[in-house]
């Protein structure tokens, strides 16, 4: 690898994180598309590779949010729950089921279109005249097993279609983004181990990118550091804006590419 490519690593890592660590996403989502279209990275090595990266990035991340509190929260034992079990299944589908390029984009625009259109509907809405009541413990961990599996195969870990859906309920994302992070770490910790005991089954390029991976997680570590400090100075409704956007841009851009 050459000095140009794992500086260009480090920045993409760290400027992803920076922008999205303070909603709680890792800022793996918006990986994929660069390890895709730039990086020349196999399927499915993408999935583990952003794993790798969610590893080593969110703890920069972590020990800012723990520093001011945010990770005693009851929410966190709630969504690893549903998404430590879910990731495993998720990257056992994603290795003998889901391993072609083409299937994987139609999947991934899947889940980032309406995760795009969430953020920003969420963002135009006129907040109701009476706050939402959270859901139940019940219904989030339900929905965590499910949000584990999409998040076992795309790579993202959960955390990042978990954070948008909980704030939407009502959850403030001063609560939702710690959790959402730390189940994103933890998570993406199982998957990564999940992914190193496929590899054993001889199935194509199941590895993660080593270089890769920990080049833009060391970028992330800096970036989710930064991005967790900014927080509290961040307009939360641009921000989310501006993730819709790059959501709902890349989903389209996938669609376009499998028909094409």
């Given at each position: 690898m050459t000095w140009d490519l794992a500086l260009g690593c480090v920045t993409v890592g760290l400027v992803i994180a920076t922008l999205t660590t303070p909603v709680g996403v890792s800022g793996a989502v918006f990986l994929l598309p660069v390890q895709f279209s730039l990086l020349g990275v196999p399927?499915?090595?993408v999935t583990p590779t952003n794993l790798l990266f969610n590893v080593v990035a969110a703890p920069g991340g972590l020990l800012r949010f723990r520093r001011r509190g945010g990770l005693a929260s009851p929410l966190t034992r709630v969504l690893l729950l549903g998404t430590l079990p879910g990731v495993v299944i998720g990257a056992v589908i994603r290795v003998f089921a889901v391993p072609g390029a083409d299937?994987?984009?139609?999947?991934?625009?899947?889940?980032l279109l309406p995760l795009g259109?969430?953020?920003w509907v969420g963002t135009l809405r006129p907040a109701p005249p009476r706050p939402r009541p959270p859901p139940s413990n019940r219904a989030i961990a339900t929905l965590s097993v499910g949000v584990g599996i999409v998040g076992g195969i795309y790579g993202i870990g959960g955390g990042s279609i978990?954070?948008?859906?909980?704030?939407g309920r009502g959850l403030p994302v001063v609560t939702v983004a710690?959790?959402?992070l730390a189940s994103t770490f933890l998570t993406s910790v199982t998957g990564a181990l999940t992914f190193a005991v496929l590899e054993m089954t001889g199935r194509g390029d199941i590895a993660p990118d080593w270089p890769i991976g920990l080049l833009c997680g060391?970028?992330?570590?800096?970036?989710?550091?930064?991005?967790?400090?900014l927080q509290p100075l961040l307009p939360e409704r641009r921000l989310r804006q501006l993730l819709g956007t790059c959501a709902v841009a890349i989903g389209v851009?996938?669609?376009?590419?499998?028909?094409?």
């Open positions: 399927s499915p090595a299937v994987f984009q139609l999947l991934a625009a899947a889940v259109v969430w953020l978990l954070g948008p859906i909980l704030v710690p959790a959402a060391l970028g992330g570590l800096a970036g989710g550091y930064l991005g967790a400090a851009l996938y669609v376009v590419q499998t028909v094409a």
